[in-house]
């Protein structure tokens, strides 16, 4: 954590200043940090961090109070926050994106890399010095079958990169220097690289463990081959996942100490992680309650840190279907919400969205038009100018079912709508029936709470979430379009945006896309959702970079 | 009560006699009739769990959504999905699907979690046996517990131990468990720091080696009594939790059973030939009465093999009932099978036992 941000904390947590100036403070000093960072993606010469000499403090195991399980460690299988989260103690990556917010893309395994023109080939150099836990040297070889492997077992985890890559188009040309051609020309493709994380496993333990062609697929699944600042100590599924420090990690240790080791202590109740926060038994307790903030701040040895991400809230409205196919129906909705109440129902803690796409990916417009503020005016004028002006009829919310806060929104949307004679239905659902109710606009969702999270690239959140050809193709589509939104104007937009390699063009069809977008509201981009932390004091190097989770090897327990 | 003889020693010697004793003389007749018996019900254990598989298979598939979309992720290709879906063989008609599953079950392979790709049998042992360890402590808490308050409340019938008794039983079965957990997890880990808050082992200590997959059998079998003692101070908190409704149940039942007993002519002739009270109770009308309890707690112990996701959810007990809900949630099918048909298993057989054991505690029920 940065030290005006410590300070931040600091005074907020002795009552220096209110929650309300906590926050307003916190993303003032988040925004500050934003600017420069975000866009400096461009490729160059960078150096891997260096190892620091230790004090003499003793190396602890932290418990770490986690809301979710390990499914599994298979570096090509798929990724989650805390699939994520072990995978970069277990292995290293070409990038980092552990530098801090909003995600500076730092050098790992990569020492220097660079792309030619229109950036479809990609040349990275990588350290000599890794090595992997079995003492073997780790090799472009080996970063080329990792990827490999990905694209070959065409699971979750190699979603995004087969959009770009091919498995015969990445190649190892010397032990140190890895080749990729791309499909389609892509400038920030280091950015991408850096946020897939893909782990670098051992080609030759890999194929070890190989039964009937799997390339160590069932044994990668709780048994690792990386070159990471941690190996497995004990990993019994379901009930013990801890890794151990490797003391002589070639990258060596960022902090003043380092851990001895991890639990990942999985606790799926955020009662229960706070209690085994205050009760001592965990160090850090992740996504913790808002309402538990006050008790945890107010604990002795204890803080809550409350980040933003790119987790957005938003409410999708069925641009083909009934009411909300209806623009001026849509607007008379987002005019109707009560952000105020909302937040008030959040205790605060929550950032509003003003754009489609949040804080935090290059591109954000703060000053995008139209705003959707609670304004009963405009949302009347809205109404009158829809064919639905008089009321009288029933629409459906959809939300998660218990998920409180969602159903919190619905209770004030339907409190709101009530003054219009329209009736709001609550409809809680199970998440797979929410995935599968957004495959088409018939039979899907009028109004749904959804929550989207994409890499910090404005084209993957614009594209995903408002190009028709996510939804309008012969599988159907993504719970991330389920306003299925179609402008033909956005479509084109958003196709010169997967093939630009012209920043400043870029940069212009992003903008133009978030003003078209809002006009035509298709949904009401809400908030962007805390990560809320609880964390002891003891505990120090922590550095917050845009996810749920923490970064172990730059953490010591003092 | 049985036919009394008319006179004598033989009259003194039949009505004393608790009903439940067994005779070694019936040995061979009841051991044939009870291999009948046994085999009848084993035979109808394949029909029962046909007609589960089946309404699973159904149910799983009639259901809304696509777990195909789900495993796949947010961002995956239309040709991520359709392969993810011809790997699992969703793409075939689903009798194909069905009698695929079930001749892979034949040969003992339980499938595969499209969600994480792990295979379904080792993590359905896994997760059992934590669950199973769960119901053996939490039974033996409840009996510990429900036997003693069942013969006080019986013993001081509508007196305030009866009445303190009952009050216990039934608040047990009235107050939701999680709330009970949670409140424990406060008083017990939070305030007094007595008991760890959840989890199932000391996270900072030195991890058990795994031979049943019960840590208090593991760690005893190891002689590591040190892990043992750290296994148990985990386990309190969820048996206290999971004990509650065995609790509530065999007090309530044996305290009636034993009332109604009490009036019984083998009672009255126990006393008038004056046996001591003891005696009459803990032999002739706890074992009498213990029928319907034994009945009672076979049913209760099946559903408690079954998992109890709500404690498991908060007390972060790795049992087979979070497994299933999970698998359920995300549509994740042969999960949903597997855990199903195994816990279906479960109570089959753990019917069956009790069938046995209380027909050997009354032989009068025979094994028709």
Not at chain 1, 118 to 127: C, E, H, L, P
Not at chain 1, 442 to 448: L, Q
Not at chain 2, 229 to 258: F, H, K, N
Request: net charge negative; aromatic share 10%; hydrophobic share 45%.
């Amino acid at each position: 954590m940065s030290t005006p941000t410590q300070k931040l904390v600091e005074a907020f947590r002795t009552g220096q200043i209110s929650r309300r100036q906590f926050m307003t403070m916190l993303a003032a000093l988040g925004a500050t940090a934003a600017a420069a960072p975000v866009m400096a993606h461009a490729p160059g010469i960078r150096t891997a961090p260096q190892a620091r000499p230790l004090k003499q403090i003793e190396p602890k195991v932290l418990v770490y109070g986690a809301s979710q399980d390990i499914a599994t460690i298979d570096p090509s299988d798929r990724v989650d926050y805390s699939i994520s989260a072990i995978m970069r103690q277990l292995y290293d990556r070409l990038f980092r994106f552990e530098g801090g917010w909003p995600q500076p893309v730092e050098p790992n395994l990569c020492t220097e890399w660079s792309t030619n023109e229109n950036g479809s080939v990609w040349t990275f150099k990588i350290t000599d010095q890794a090595k992997f836990h079995d003492g073997s040297p780790l090799t472009a070889s080996d970063v080329v079958y990792s990827y490999q492997r990905t694209l070959r077992f065409q699971r979750q985890r190699s979603s995004l990169l087969s959009g770009y890559l091919d498995v015969d188009g990445i190649s190892a040309p010397d032990a140190t220097t890895v080749v990729m051609n791309l499909k389609t020309p892509y400038p920030a493709f280091d950015r991408l690289l850096a946020f897939l994380e893909q782990p670098i496993v051992s080609e030759a333990i890999a194929k070890a463990n190989e039964v009937d062609g799997d390339e160590g697929a069932a044994w990668l699944v709780d048994h690792e081959a990386g070159s990471g600042p941690f190996t497995i100590k004990n990993w019994q599924i379901g009930t013990v996942y801890e890794l151990e420090a490797v003391p002589d990690y070639w990258q060596g240790w960022p902090g003043e100490g380092r851990l001895a080791g991890v639990v990942w202590q999985k606790s799926e109740d955020a009662g229960t992680r706070k209690q085994g926060l205050l009760a001592g038994n965990f160090d850090i307790s992740d996504t913790v309650s808002v309402t538990d903030v006050e008790e945890i701040n107010n604990t002795e040895g204890l803080q809550a840190l409350v980040n933003f991400g790119l987790l957005g809230g938003y409410l999708k409205y069925n641009t083909q279907e009934g009411p909300t196919a209806d623009v001026n129906f849509r607007k008379f909705l987002n005019y109707s919400f009560n952000r105020q109440a909302f937040s008030d129902s959040q205790l605060g803690f929550i950032k509003d969205m003003v754009s489609p796409i949040p804080e935090g990916v290059p591109g954000y417009n703060p000053d995008n038009q139209p705003q959707y503020t609670y304004n009963p005016e405009l949302a009347k004028a809205a109404l009158d100018a829809s064919p639905y002006a008089a009321g009288g009829f029933s629409i459906d919310f959809v939300y998660v079912a218990g998920l409180d806060f969602e159903e919190a929104g619905g209770l004030i949307l339907l409190d709101e709508l009530r003054k219009y004679n329209i009736t709001l239905n609550l409809v809680p659902k199970n998440w797979p029936d929410i995935v599968g109710a957004c495959t088409a606009p018939v039979g899907g969702p009028p109004i749904a709470f959804i929550f989207d999270q994409f890499p910090p690239l404005a084209d993957t959140w614009l594209i995903e979430k408002y190009s028709s050809k996510s939804w309008d193709r012969p599988t159907g589509g993504s719970f991330q379009a389920c306003s299925f939104y179609k402008n033909e104007q956005v479509d084109a937009l958003l196709d010169e945006l997967k093939v630009t390699v012209d920043a400043d063009r870029a940069t212009a069809i992003v903008t133009e896309v978030q003003a078209l977008v809002a006009a035509d509201a298709p949904d009401l981009p809400l908030y962007v959702a805390p990560n809320v932390l609880g964390i002891a004091d003891r505990v120090k190097g922590f550095n917050y970079f845009g996810d749920i989770s923490v970064d172990f090897w730059r953490l010591w327990i003092e | 009560m049985e036919t009394l003889p008319n006179s004598g020693e033989g009259f003194l010697k039949a009505t004393l006699r608790p009903v439940s004793v067994f005779r070694f003389d019936q040995l061979s007749i009841i051991h044939n009739a009870m291999l009948r018996y046994i085999g009848r019900r084993l035979l109808l254990i394949p029909v029962v769990l046909i007609g589960l598989s089946i309404l699973t298979f159904v149910i799983s598939r009639v259901v809304p959504g696509d777990p195909v979309k789900l495993a796949a992720g947010t961002q995956a290709r239309p040709e991520q999905i359709e392969r993810l879906r011809a790997d699992f063989g969703l793409d075939r008609p689903l009798v194909e699907q069905y009698l695929m599953y079930m001749g892979g079950l034949l040969q003992g392979n339980w499938g595969y979690s499209i969600s994480n790709r792990r295979e379904v049998g080792p993590d359905l042992v896994r997760y059992f046996m934590a669950t199973l360890e769960l119901t053996i402590v939490s039974t033996l808490l409840g009996m510990a517990i429900g036997i003693p308050l069942a013969i006080i409340s019986a013993r001081w019938r509508d007196r305030l131990p009866d009445h303190l008794a009952r009050f216990f039983s039934i608040g047990t079965a009235s107050v939701p468990v999680f709330w009970i957990a949670i409140i424990l997890q406060i008083i017990l880990a939070q305030n007094l720091r007595l008991l760890p808050v959840s989890g199932r082992f000391d996270a900072r200590a030195e991890f058990p080696e795994i031979i049943t997959g019960m840590l208090l059998f593991d760690t005893l079998l190891r002689g590591n009594f040190e892990g043992f003692g750290i296994a148990l101070r985990y386990i309190i908190i969820p048996a206290m939790c999971q004990s509650l409704l065995v609790i509530s149940v065999v007090t309530r039942q044996l305290r009636g059973d034993m009332l109604d007993m009490m009036s019984k002519d083998f009672v009255r002739v126990a006393r008038a030939n004056g046996i001591p009270e003891r005696m009459i109770w803990l032999r002739y009308l706890m074992k009498n009465a213990l029928i319907a309890t034994v009945s009672m707690l076979g049913f209760i112990i099946g559903f408690q093999l079954g998992g109890a996701p709500l404690i498991e959810y908060v007390l972060d007990w790795p049992g087979i009932g979070q497994y299933a809900l999970k698998a359920a949630l995300l549509l994740d099918f042969q999960p949903i099978m597997g855990s199903t048909l195994f816990i279906g298993c479960v109570v089959v057989g753990v019917n069956l036992v009790t069938d046995l054991l209380y027909r050997s505690i009354d032989p009068r029920i025979g094994f028709r």
